[in-house]
């Protein structure tokens, strides 16, 4: 199959997608979006919202719909990296055996991240960046694709964890979740309390979701836009000569390199679920929020005036 029909069976297979989810998740539309834009690009999320939510809900439809086998770890502050990586036991012809931990799986839901302490959060990171874990000296690679949608709750932060910035950096979006309208909440109510239970159906398989990823990755993109997304980053760092006064004055710290990769990554998958067959600059601006948001630190200044870190990477536009 040509490139060109591939993308158009991607997009017709993603508004199917979309209208499967529809049957159990009521709004959320962007957070949607967010999450299989980064599942199609390689990249892991970070869901922000406060409890019930449906962020649980949201990563189990999502996972079903596309084939995916799915594992949810409740980080607590008592959990151990074995708890997650799985652990050597002695079995009864006294051999070591390595029993794997569910941290294999395609899509890892990890909830409220930041109660857990830093050793356990960064065997979670390792596994995120390499694909693989060590366990004893043994190498395991995990099974692709592979993600992790990790949620962080943004209230309660007595007996948390904060990740560090290093860590927050391995995730491709931060998608924060609000609370619904009125209309959704009262449909939410209507779903869930009634004797009718609604399931989805798998419309994808790994394989698959593989090869689509590997045709986002094969897009080409025009130096302008790969430009664009460069100096978008760049005007994040107080330090850089092409700072605007926004960010001098109210940004701690910028974006690194890895955000304009994920970037341009972000644009070419929606550019690609959109059928266009080449990112441009609105493309760019459309994911920036999401992978630029976790990334920049705002001063005191700043949230003693409250100015948004969303207002500040809007007015870089």
């Given at each position: 199959?040509?490139?060109?029909?591939?993308?158009?069976?991607?997009?017709?297979?993603?508004?199917?997608?979309?209208?499967?989810?529809?049957?159990?998740?009521?709004?959320?539309?962007?957070?949607?979006?967010q999450v299989l834009l980064s599942v199609f690009s390689g990249g892991h999320a970070l869901l922000i919202?406060?409890?019930?939510?449906a962020k649980t809900l949201l990563v189990n439809?999502?996972?079903?719909?596309?084939?995916?086998?799915?594992?949810?770890?409740?980080f607590t502050p008592d959990l151990m990296p074995s708890d997650i990586l799985g652990s050597e036991i002695l079995d009864s012809n006294r051999e070591f055996?390595?029993?794997?931990?569910?941290?294999?799986?395609?899509?890892?839901?990890?909830?409220?991240?930041?109660?857990?302490?830093?050793?356990?959060?960064?065997?979670?990171?390792?596994?995120?960046?390499e694909?693989?874990?060590?366990?004893?000296?043994?190498?395991?690679?995990?099974?692709?694709?592979?993600?992790?949608?990790?949620?962080?709750?943004?209230?309660?932060?007595?007996?948390?964890?904060?990740?560090?910035?290093a860590q927050l950096d391995r995730f491709m979006f931060a998608v924060n979740l609000d609370y619904p309208t009125f209309d959704e909440e009262v449909e939410v109510v209507k779903l869930t309390t009634g004797g009718v239970t609604s399931s989805v159906s798998a419309l994808f398989s790994?394989?698959?979701?593989?090869?689509?990823q590997q045709l986002i990755r094969k897009i080409p993109v025009a130096d302008n836009v790969i430009e664009y997304a460069v100096t978008l980053v760049g005007k994040t760092r107080p330090k850089s000569q092409a700072a605007p006064e926004i960010v001098k004055n109210?940004?701690?710290?910028?974006?690194?390199?890895?955000?304009?990769?994920?970037?341009?990554?972000?644009?070419?998958?929606?550019?690609?679920?959109?059928?266009?067959?080449?990112?441009d600059i609105e493309d760019v601006q459309k994911v920036a929020i999401g992978i630029l948001r976790h990334r920049l630190i705002k001063n005191y200044k700043a949230e003693a005036e409250g100015l948004s870190i969303e207002e500040i990477i809007g007015s870089l536009f």
């Open positions: 199959m040509s490139d060109v029909a591939a993308v158009e069976q991607l997009v017709s297979k993603y508004n199917a997608l979309r209208q499967e989810i529809k049957k159990v998740i009521v709004g959320q539309d962007e957070v949607v979006e919202g406060v409890p019930g939510l439809t999502i996972a079903q719909t596309l084939g995916l086998e799915f594992k949810r770890i409740q055996k390595f029993i794997k931990g569910p941290i294999f799986a395609n899509i890892i839901l990890a909830d409220e991240i930041n109660r857990t302490p830093p050793k356990t959060q960064a065997a979670l990171l390792e596994a995120m960046q694909r693989a874990v060590t366990v004893a000296g043994q190498h395991y690679k995990l099974d692709l694709p592979y993600f992790v949608l990790a949620t962080q709750n943004p209230i309660e932060q007595e007996g948390t964890y904060p990740l560090p910035e790994a394989e698959e979701i593989i090869k689509y109210y940004i701690d710290w910028g974006a690194g390199p890895r955000a304009s990769q994920n970037l341009i990554l972000g644009a070419k998958a929606h550019a690609a679920l959109r059928g266009k067959f080449s990112p």
